[in-house]
Protein backbone atom coordinates (compact mmCIF):
# COMPACT_ATOMS: atom_id res chain seq x y z
CA UNK A 1 0.00 0.00 0.00
CA UNK A 2 1.15 3.41 -0.97
CA UNK A 3 1.88 5.90 2.02
CA UNK A 4 2.70 9.65 1.81
CA UNK A 5 3.27 11.78 5.19
CA UNK A 6 3.61 15.27 4.87
CA UNK A 7 5.73 17.30 7.28
CA UNK A 8 7.05 20.79 7.91
CA UNK A 9 4.11 23.02 8.09
CA UNK A 10 3.48 25.45 10.48
CA UNK A 11 2.35 29.23 10.89
CA UNK A 12 5.57 31.68 9.42
CA UNK A 13 5.40 35.13 9.11
CA UNK A 14 4.60 36.99 5.59
CA UNK A 15 7.99 37.03 3.84
CA UNK A 16 9.24 34.24 5.86
CA UNK A 17 10.13 30.56 4.72
CA UNK A 18 9.59 26.91 5.04
CA UNK A 19 10.62 23.45 3.96
CA UNK A 20 7.66 20.78 3.25
CA UNK A 21 8.73 17.12 3.13
CA UNK A 22 7.09 14.02 1.49
CA UNK A 23 7.99 10.63 2.58
CA UNK A 24 6.53 7.94 0.35
CA UNK A 25 6.81 4.04 1.07
CA UNK A 26 5.76 0.87 -0.92
CA UNK A 27 6.24 2.05 -4.41
CA UNK A 28 9.29 2.17 -7.09
CA UNK A 29 9.59 6.15 -5.87
CA UNK A 30 11.64 7.03 -8.72
CA UNK A 31 9.70 5.93 -11.79
CA UNK A 32 6.78 8.38 -10.39
CA UNK A 33 6.18 11.89 -10.88
CA UNK A 34 4.88 13.36 -7.84
CA UNK A 35 2.97 16.75 -6.84
CA UNK A 36 2.25 18.97 -4.49
CA UNK A 37 -1.42 20.34 -4.47
CA UNK A 38 -2.77 23.14 -1.79
CA UNK A 39 -6.40 24.03 -0.92
CA UNK A 40 -7.06 26.93 0.66
CA UNK A 41 -9.30 27.38 3.74
CA UNK A 42 -13.09 27.03 2.00
CA UNK A 43 -11.31 26.72 -1.42
CA UNK A 44 -10.89 24.35 -4.14
CA UNK A 45 -8.11 22.53 -5.34
CA UNK A 46 -4.43 24.71 -7.26
CA UNK A 47 -1.75 22.86 -8.13
CA UNK A 48 1.49 24.25 -6.95
CA UNK A 49 4.15 22.09 -8.52
CA UNK A 50 5.12 18.67 -10.37
CA UNK A 51 8.28 17.17 -10.61
CA UNK A 52 7.79 14.10 -13.68
CA UNK A 53 10.48 12.23 -12.55
CA UNK A 54 14.12 11.22 -12.08
CA UNK A 55 15.94 13.70 -14.61
CA UNK A 56 12.73 15.07 -15.61
CA UNK A 57 11.50 18.41 -15.25
CA UNK A 58 9.32 20.51 -12.45
CA UNK A 59 6.18 22.76 -13.82
CA UNK A 60 5.02 25.03 -11.48
CA UNK A 61 1.82 26.85 -10.89
CA UNK A 62 2.53 30.96 -12.02
CA UNK A 63 1.14 31.72 -8.71
CA UNK A 64 4.74 30.40 -7.14
CA UNK A 65 7.06 30.70 -9.94
CA UNK A 66 10.27 31.77 -8.69
CA UNK A 67 9.21 31.59 -4.96
CA UNK A 68 8.82 28.02 -4.92
CA UNK A 69 11.06 24.92 -5.65
CA UNK A 70 9.98 21.47 -5.48
CA UNK A 71 13.29 18.51 -5.59
CA UNK A 72 13.22 14.78 -4.76
CA UNK A 73 15.61 12.88 -3.20
CA UNK A 74 14.77 9.37 -4.53
CA UNK A 75 17.01 7.62 -2.14
CA UNK A 76 15.02 8.75 0.77
CA UNK A 77 11.45 8.66 -1.38
CA UNK A 78 10.98 11.84 -0.48
CA UNK A 79 10.06 14.87 -2.20
CA UNK A 80 10.67 18.80 -0.89
CA UNK A 81 8.92 22.22 -1.08
CA UNK A 82 11.01 25.00 -0.35
CA UNK A 83 8.43 28.28 0.46
CA UNK A 84 9.99 31.12 0.30
CA UNK A 85 9.11 35.03 -0.01
CA UNK A 86 5.36 33.55 1.78
CA UNK A 87 2.33 35.74 1.63
CA UNK A 88 -0.84 35.51 3.09
CA UNK A 89 -2.50 33.86 0.26
CA UNK A 90 -0.24 31.06 0.43
CA UNK A 91 -2.32 29.79 3.66
CA UNK A 92 -3.44 26.69 2.49
CA UNK A 93 -3.51 22.35 3.18
CA UNK A 94 -0.29 21.80 1.39
CA UNK A 95 -1.13 17.55 -0.35
CA UNK A 96 1.85 15.50 -2.22
CA UNK A 97 0.47 13.21 -4.14
CA UNK A 98 1.88 10.52 -6.65
CA UNK A 99 1.39 10.03 -10.56
CA UNK A 100 -0.73 7.49 -11.55
CA UNK A 101 0.05 4.51 -13.60
CA UNK A 102 -2.59 5.26 -16.36
CA UNK A 103 -0.16 7.19 -18.48
CA UNK A 104 3.24 7.18 -18.79
CA UNK A 105 5.66 10.28 -19.95
CA UNK A 106 8.08 10.69 -22.85
CA UNK A 107 10.89 9.22 -20.45
CA UNK A 108 8.81 6.61 -19.00
CA UNK A 109 7.86 8.01 -15.81
CA UNK A 110 4.32 6.81 -14.41
CA UNK A 111 2.34 10.75 -14.72
CA UNK A 112 -1.36 9.69 -14.63
CA UNK A 113 -4.22 10.88 -12.46
CA UNK A 114 -2.97 11.63 -8.65
CA UNK A 115 -4.37 8.43 -7.54
CA UNK A 116 -2.52 8.52 -3.92
CA UNK A 117 -2.57 11.56 -1.70
CA UNK A 118 -1.25 12.28 1.74
CA UNK A 119 -3.36 13.07 4.67
CA UNK A 120 -2.02 17.36 4.13
CA UNK A 121 -0.53 19.87 6.14
CA UNK A 122 -1.20 23.36 6.57
CA UNK A 123 0.79 26.32 6.57
CA UNK A 124 -0.30 29.61 7.50
CA UNK A 125 0.78 32.55 7.12
CA UNK A 126 0.17 35.41 9.34
CA UNK A 127 1.83 38.22 11.28
CA UNK B 1 -2.77 26.73 -19.66
CA UNK B 2 -5.55 24.75 -19.46
CA UNK B 3 -8.55 26.18 -17.85
CA UNK B 4 -11.23 23.65 -16.64
CA UNK B 5 -14.69 24.76 -15.99
CA UNK B 6 -16.95 22.81 -13.82
CA UNK B 7 -20.51 22.75 -13.43
CA UNK B 8 -22.86 23.03 -10.95
CA UNK B 9 -21.22 24.49 -8.45
CA UNK B 10 -23.90 23.33 -6.31
CA UNK B 11 -26.13 20.22 -6.80
CA UNK B 12 -29.02 19.37 -4.42
CA UNK B 13 -30.23 16.03 -4.79
CA UNK B 14 -31.90 13.26 -2.89
CA UNK B 15 -30.53 9.70 -1.93
CA UNK B 16 -31.70 7.44 -5.09
CA UNK B 17 -31.05 10.38 -7.40
CA UNK B 18 -29.22 10.47 -10.66
CA UNK B 19 -26.81 13.41 -10.91
CA UNK B 20 -24.68 14.17 -13.35
CA UNK B 21 -22.13 16.46 -13.48
CA UNK B 22 -20.33 18.29 -16.69
CA UNK B 23 -16.60 19.79 -16.97
CA UNK B 24 -15.30 21.56 -19.94
CA UNK B 25 -11.65 22.03 -20.95
CA UNK B 26 -10.55 25.02 -22.53
CA UNK B 27 -8.41 23.01 -25.17
CA UNK B 28 -8.30 19.37 -26.36
CA UNK B 29 -6.92 17.02 -23.37
CA UNK B 30 -7.62 13.71 -25.37
CA UNK B 31 -9.32 11.28 -22.19
CA UNK B 32 -6.55 12.68 -19.83
CA UNK B 33 -9.44 13.49 -17.48
CA UNK B 34 -9.52 12.22 -13.20
CA UNK B 35 -12.78 12.89 -11.31
CA UNK B 36 -11.98 13.10 -7.51
CA UNK B 37 -14.35 12.76 -4.38
CA UNK B 38 -13.55 15.05 -1.34
CA UNK B 39 -15.07 14.84 1.84
CA UNK B 40 -14.73 18.22 4.54
CA UNK B 41 -11.28 17.41 6.47
CA UNK B 42 -10.17 14.59 3.95
CA UNK B 43 -7.53 14.74 0.84
CA UNK B 44 -9.23 14.02 -2.33
CA UNK B 45 -9.68 10.39 -3.73
CA UNK B 46 -10.00 9.67 -7.52
CA UNK B 47 -13.00 7.81 -8.58
CA UNK B 48 -12.62 8.17 -12.34
CA UNK B 49 -9.42 8.16 -14.16
CA UNK B 50 -8.97 8.44 -18.11
CA UNK B 51 -12.18 9.91 -18.20
CA UNK B 52 -13.91 6.98 -17.98
CA UNK B 53 -11.99 4.15 -16.00
CA UNK B 54 -13.62 3.43 -12.19
CA UNK B 55 -10.79 3.48 -9.87
CA UNK B 56 -10.58 0.47 -7.70
CA UNK B 57 -12.65 0.03 -4.76
CA UNK B 58 -14.80 2.67 -6.08
CA UNK B 59 -18.93 1.60 -6.60
CA UNK B 60 -19.58 1.09 -10.29
CA UNK B 61 -22.68 3.38 -9.90
CA UNK B 62 -20.14 6.15 -10.41
CA UNK B 63 -19.02 6.40 -14.35
CA UNK B 64 -17.72 9.21 -16.32
CA UNK B 65 -17.94 9.65 -20.32
CA UNK B 66 -16.34 12.14 -22.54
CA UNK B 67 -13.28 13.25 -24.59
CA UNK B 68 -11.48 15.83 -26.16
CA UNK B 69 -13.05 19.30 -24.09
CA UNK B 70 -16.28 17.95 -22.86
CA UNK B 71 -16.85 15.36 -19.87
CA UNK B 72 -19.18 14.25 -17.22
CA UNK B 73 -19.24 12.38 -13.92
CA UNK B 74 -22.56 10.80 -13.21
CA UNK B 75 -23.32 8.68 -10.10
CA UNK B 76 -26.71 6.69 -10.79
CA UNK B 77 -28.51 6.05 -7.77
CA UNK B 78 -27.06 8.62 -4.86
CA UNK B 79 -26.17 6.76 -1.65
CA UNK B 80 -25.59 8.47 2.03
CA UNK B 81 -21.73 8.20 1.70
CA UNK B 82 -21.57 9.89 -1.65
CA UNK B 83 -22.48 13.88 -0.50
CA UNK B 84 -19.19 15.34 -0.98
CA UNK B 85 -17.15 17.56 -3.48
CA UNK B 86 -16.29 16.58 -6.64
CA UNK B 87 -13.67 17.86 -8.72
CA UNK B 88 -12.30 17.30 -12.31
CA UNK B 89 -8.99 17.78 -12.85
CA UNK B 90 -6.77 17.74 -16.37
CA UNK B 91 -3.92 16.07 -16.84
CA UNK B 92 -3.09 16.11 -20.10
CA UNK B 93 0.22 18.45 -19.46
CA UNK B 94 1.86 18.75 -16.32
CA UNK B 95 0.73 22.04 -15.53
CA UNK B 96 -2.52 20.41 -14.14
CA UNK B 97 -5.45 22.30 -13.64
CA UNK B 98 -8.04 21.63 -11.52
CA UNK B 99 -12.36 22.32 -12.06
CA UNK B 100 -13.76 25.26 -9.43
CA UNK B 101 -15.49 21.85 -7.36
CA UNK B 102 -19.23 20.92 -7.32
CA UNK B 103 -20.64 20.30 -3.85
CA UNK B 104 -23.29 17.53 -3.96
CA UNK B 105 -25.93 18.41 -0.92
CA UNK B 106 -28.68 16.30 0.72
CA UNK B 107 -31.93 18.26 -0.64
Known amino acids: EVQLLESGGGLVQPGGSLRLSCAAS????????MSWVRQAPGKGLELVSTNSGSGGGTYYADSVKGRFTMSRDNSKSTVYLEVNSLRAEDTAVYYC????????????????????WGQGILVTVSS | DIQMTQSPSTLSASVGDRVTITCRAS??????LAWYQQKPGKAPKVVIYKASSLERGVPSRFSGSGSGTEFTLTISSLQPDDFATYYCQQYNSYLYTFGQGTKLEIK
Open chain 1, 26 to 33: GLSFSNYA
Open chain 1, 97 to 116: AKGGGDKYDSNGYYSGCLDS
Open chain 2, 27 to 32: QNINSW
